[in-house]
């Protein structure tokens, strides 16, 4: 955990600019309606729309003059490949990005926007994460997983440095589960720097592979279904690195529903004026789900994007 937090310490001084320090926000109306003390952080403002560009910049500039040249590939669900486009782009590295075919069009519409080449792989996001990697062993590239690699978790733990910094006082913060890079990163920078904070992690019913491993104590094959929380969707590679550290930063786990989720879209959007996608809504959805045991307290909910279609955000909302 230590050698974790001075990854994570060393990220913080050296991914901004290219990284935006996001707000914190205050929401009174959810406060009010809650019965705590609701702030939420903006992560859905970062450049390319959500927390990924954290942990892309990160392992990025740690690219030696090699890897550099000759390029990365990567696999993503459509967040982490816009965020190493980006990065690749501003830092002058090429960048191949493989996807499941079952990614959001607008995702794939962000990636190419961002300069990267994509490749289209049939199956679900961990047969493109499999073929990603196969491809950059046979080729003698550098693979950026989207969370199995401590550099990448690493980049998304600045984001618990500034909710400390922003906010050194909260009691909890509520995150969307996916592999658990996110709230590995997260988790490990707030335990660091506030002990006493509670880390929440929420899933949805539809997508819990990484819940079902911790509850297991090991990685196992889970049925995935489609859920509106597309950026958390996927399973969770056998030896991957988030789960030990998940398993010691993980506090409480939560897991919500289809309807939960839209709701909790819709109530960003009613209260906040907030498009956010299915990811971001998960997070405020475990809240609405345990705010009772929050009463009084002070409470932070990640928003981590913002990458969905306006047709689709509104046909959510308006159901």
């Known amino acids: 955990m230590s050698e974790l937090f001075s990854r994570i310490q060393e990220a913080s001084a050296s991914v901004y600019p290219q990284v935006a320090v996001t707000a914190l926000e205050r929401s009174a109306l959810l406060s009010s309606e809650l019965g705590c003390e609701v702030l939420l952080k903006y992560e859905h403002m970062q450049p390319t729309g959500s927390f990924k560009i954290r942990g892309a910049t990160n392992k990025v500039r740690l690219l030696d003059p090699q890897q550099r040249r000759t390029g990365v590939l990567t696999a993503s669900t459509g967040n982490h490949g816009m965020a190493v486009a980006r990065a690749g782009a501003l830092a002058g590295v090429p960048v191949k990005v493989f996807v499941s075919s079952i990614t959001a069009p607008t995702k794939l519409a962000g990636i190419r926007a ?45 984001l618990g440095v500034e909710l400390f910094e922003q906010e050194p006082a909260l009691d909890a ?44 104590g090991k990685i196992f094959p889970v049925e995935e279904h489609p859920t509106l929380s597309d950026g958390t969707a996927g399973a969770v590679e056998p030896d991957s ?61 990640v928003l981590c994007g913002r990458n969905i279609a306006p047709r689709t955000f509104a046909a959510i909302v308006g159901s």
Not at 114 to 137: K, M
Request: with cysteine; proline share 5%; aromatic share 4%.
């Open 241 to 301: 690195v988030t789960f030990p550290i998940c398993q010691q930063v993980i506090d409480e786990r939560v897991a919500v529903s289809e309807s939960e989720i839209a709701a909790a879209m819709s109530r960003l959007a009613e209260t906040e004026h907030l498009m956010v996608e299915g990811a971001a809504g998960v997070a405020l959805a475990g809240l609405a789900k345990r705010a009772s045991a929050y009463r009084g307290r002070k409470v932070a909910v």
């Open 114 to 158: 961002f300069g990267a080449e994509l490749v289209i792989v049939d199956g679900p996001p961990l047969e493109a994460e499999l073929t990603a990697r196969r491809t950059a062993e046979a080729d003698g590239l550098t693979y950026i997983s989207p969370y199995n690699d401590l550099d990448v978790v690493a980049g998304q733990g600045t």
């Open 173 to 216: 913060v509520f995150i969307s589960v996916g592999c658990g890079g996110l709230i590995g990163g997260v988790g490990s920078a707030l335990k660091a720097l506030n002990p006493r904070v509670q880390v929440v992690g929420v899933w949805p019913e539809a997508s819990p592979c990484l819940l079902r491993a911790l509850e297991a």
